[in-house]
C-alpha cells in the first residue's frame, strides 16, 4: 500500500486548508483512513480519521475546530480529504496520512504511512 499526500503550505491564522491522501496498491480490507500530525519536539497525534463506512474520530486537540465537515474519504478514488478550518499557529506540523489493513486477527492489522505533508500557520 502507498499513500500520497498533498496540500500542504503555508496559511495565516484563521485560514484553512485541505490535505489531500490517495492510496494506491494492494487495497483489499484496507478500512481506517486518516491523519496524525507530528509537530517539533513533540509526539505524533491523531487530528482525524475515517472508516469505510463513514464513522469518524478526532483527536482532542482538534474538536471543535476541525469536526464540521471535516474528513471526508472518496472509496472510488481511495482518497481520504483532511479540511482544516480556523487555524491556529499550534497547528503548523507534519501531517502524515495512515492507513489500516484488516487482518482476520486484529493483532497482525497493519498501519501504512504516507510520507507527511508539511502545514505551517503563521503569519
Known amino acids: 500500500v502507498q499513500l500520497q499526500a498533498s496540500g500542504g503550505g503555508l496559511v495565516q491564522p484563521g485560514g484553512s486548508l485541505r490535505v489531500s491522501c490517495a492510496a494506491s496498491g494492494s487495497l483489499d480490507r484496507i478500512d481506517t483512513m486518516g491523519w496524525y500530525r507530528q509537530a517539533p519536539g513533540k509526539q505524533r497525534e491523531l487530528v482525524a480519521s475515517i472508516t469505510n463506512g463513514g464513522s469518524t474520530n478526532y483527536g482532542d486537540s482538534v474538536k471543535g475546530r476541525f469536526t464540521i465537515s471535516t474528513i471526508s474519504r472518496d472509496n472510488a478514488k481511495n482518497t481520504v480529504y483532511l479540511q482544516m478550518n480556523s487555524l491556529k499557529p499550534e497547528d503548523t506540523a507534519v501531517y502524515y496520512c495512515?492507513?489500516?489493513?484488516?487482518?482476520?486477527?486484529?493483532?497482525?492489522?497493519?498501519?501504512?504511512w504516507g510520507q507527511g505533508t508539511l502545514v505551517t500557520v503563521s503569519s
Open positions: 495512515h492507513a489500516v489493513k484488516r487482518a482476520l486477527s486484529p493483532k497482525y492489522d497493519r498501519i501504512y
